[in-house]
């Protein structure tokens, strides 16, 4: 399987990808050195290891189209059976998508914690807030920015909770389609 051209992913090898999270052991079998990011995403998808094909996409994709993706596979796998609470992250998240602002960023981490970090709404609108400003209160006067690592963390544990939240048995197809709409968003070129 090939995945084909990835002009999103900016990144010039996988070992830059890879240093920004922990690839389990399979994974960094296929890490040989200077091995670039689509050759390494092939590997993986020859090898069916779904879930760390997120965890490479979730840290390679621009946080903006990272956290589209995770929002939309979110929305599509609940099956239309989210709480509340859920729905007013996702909600939240939207808002930050339409209008990238600093309000609707905090408003995120807002809703985030009323959804809860155990629920992959709430771990996509947290991938929200960490995607850039500041962790402190606005009315700190010194920034403390987030890890730039962090948005990824919080967008595949968003997707790993999302492909076990029903039907678990289901898992491992569903952490297939995650990743293969995380490589048609690699692949767009808008």
């Not at 609470?85 to 408003?107: E, F, G, I, M, P």
């Not at 629920?119 to 700190?140: E, M, N, Q, Y």
């Amino acid at each position: 399987m090939s995945v084909g051209p990835l002009p999103k992913i900016t990144f010039q090898t996988a070992a830059e990808v890879c240093r920004r999270y922990e690839p389990d052991e399979e994974a960094m079998s296929s890490l040989q050195e200077g091995i670039g990011p689509t050759p390494f995403l092939d590997a993986l998808a020859e090898r069916g290891l779904w879930s760390e094909a997120i965890k490479f996409l979730s840290q390679a994709l621009p946080k903006r189209d990272a956290i589209t993706w995770a929002s939309q596979c979110v929305r599509d796998g609940s099956k239309s059976d989210l709480p509340p609470r859920s729905v007013a992250a996702l909600d939240a998240v939207d808002a930050w998508l339409k209008d990238s602002t600093d309000d609707h960023r905090r408003a995120a981490q807002a809703a985030a914690e009323q959804a809860g970090a155990g629920t992959p709404a709430g771990c996509v609108a947290f991938g929200v807030f960490f995607s850039g400003g500041s962790l402190g209160p606005k009315t700190l006067e010194h920034a403390i920015p987030p890890a730039d690592e962090l948005t990824g963390k919080a967008l595949a544990g968003a997707l790993m909770l999302a492909a076990v939240a029903s039907e678990p048995e289901n898992a491992p197809v569903r952490l297939q389609a995650f990743a293969e709409q995380g490589l048609q968003m690699a692949r767009s070129e808008d």
